[in-house]
């Protein structure tokens, strides 16, 4: 039995990681230089595990502030 099917175990090359991300492989490349989220030499390739990368997206979520009232009608 393996950890693949774990999502934070996952790894992920860097043009896959891109693909979540909306960017390309040398973007995601630049990100992780950056410190945005960690890499993982392996070989001659870059791979990122992708609960770093989901927890990443997660960590640029934005919501906007709430309306105080839901009347439409309220001054």
Same mark, same amino acid.
């Given at each position: ?5 774990? $999502? ?15 960017? $390309? ?18 070989? $001659? ?31």
């Amino acid at each position: 039995m393996t950890n693949e099917g774990t $999502s934070a175990e996952q790894m992920l090359s860097a043009n896959q990681a891109g693909k979540m991300l909306g960017v $390309s492989g040398k973007t995601v490349i630049r990100m992780m230089e950056d410190g945005d989220f960690p890499g993982y030499k392996i070989g $001659s390739a870059w791979k990122f595990k992708r609960g770093d990368i989901e927890s990443y997206i997660e960590s640029r979520k934005f919501q906007g502030r709430k309306a105080e009232s839901t009347d439409p009608h309220a001054a």
